[in-house]
């Protein structure tokens, strides 16, 4: 079966650039989790949606960030412009049934984002 | 002070060592409990979950202490492909909201 499948894998850009991080999440599942991780802070929830709606953003740093889903087999986070800060690897994540409930998160193999 | 607190590391031990790390949680509405395995430069994947009478699964047990607010996990026998970082993970469900915390990691190197 196809996991979390998470593109592009490597992305270098210029700074003030725009950025579209894309993800299509596991099949049937109704949660997708972005996630952003760096050496100095570890691994970050940005947002996350249930079922394409979009249930807490109080993660998302600033009005440069955006993120929608707009139908359940595609997600994108957008960056606006962009800038070396922004450096990091940005995981998408999906889960079933909610993973409050302990469910298994699945996480894609990220993309690895360098902003110059 | 952070929700979920987990000792950096490194930690290095030689191949065929116990070793074992904490994590602690300061929410005391935390529910549930994990731990995720993220080797270098790939995604996190799930290792165990942690039940409150703890469980084994292998050479990795898993333990819950809810009074002093601490899982841990032990690695018995360890092999080099023990070598990761492990990432505690709770779930905390108050009358706010329901959020999972990730820690920032324990790294994990086995040497030969």
């Known amino acids: 079966d196809a996991g979390v499948i998470q593109s592009p894998r490597h992305e270098v850009t210029e700074m003030g650039q725009e950025v579209t991080l894309r993800c299509k999440p596991i099949?049937?599942?109704?949660?997708l989790f972005w996630y952003r991780q760096t050496m100095m802070r570890g691994l970050e929830l940005l947002i996350y949606?249930?079922?394409?709606?979009?249930?807490?953003d109080s993660g998302m740093p600033e009005d440069r960030f955006s993120a929608k889903m707009p139908n359940a087999s595609f997600s994108t986070l957008k960056i606006q412009p962009s800038e070396p800060r922004d450096s990091a690897v940005y995981f998408c994540?999906?889960?079933?049934?909610?993973?409050?409930?302990?469910?298994?998160?699945?996480f894609g193999e990220g993309s690895w984002l360098t902003v110059v | 002070r952070k929700e979920v607190e987990q000792d950096p590391g490194p930690f290095n031990v030689p191949e065929g060592a116990t070793v074992a790390f904490n994590c602690t949680y300061s929410n005391s509405a935390s529910q549930s409990f994990f731990w995720y395995r993220q080797d270098c430069r790939k995604e996190p994947k799930l290792l165990m979950s942690?039940?409150?009478s703890g469980n084994e699964d292998g050479r990795f047990t898993a333990q819950l202490n809810r009074a002093s607010q601490y899982i841990s996990l032990l690695i018995r026998d360890s092999k080099l492909s023990d070598s990761a970082t492990y990432l505690c993970v709770v779930n905390i469900a108050d009358s706010s909201a329901s959020k999972i915390i990730f820690g920032s990691g324990t790294r994990l190197s086995i040497r030969p």
């Open positions: 942690v039940y409150s």
């Open positions: 949606f249930n079922n394409n709606v979009p249930i807490d």
């Open positions: 099949s049937g599942h109704d949660y």
């Open positions: 994540a999906s889960s079933s049934r909610g993973p409050f409930s302990g469910n298994t998160i699945y």
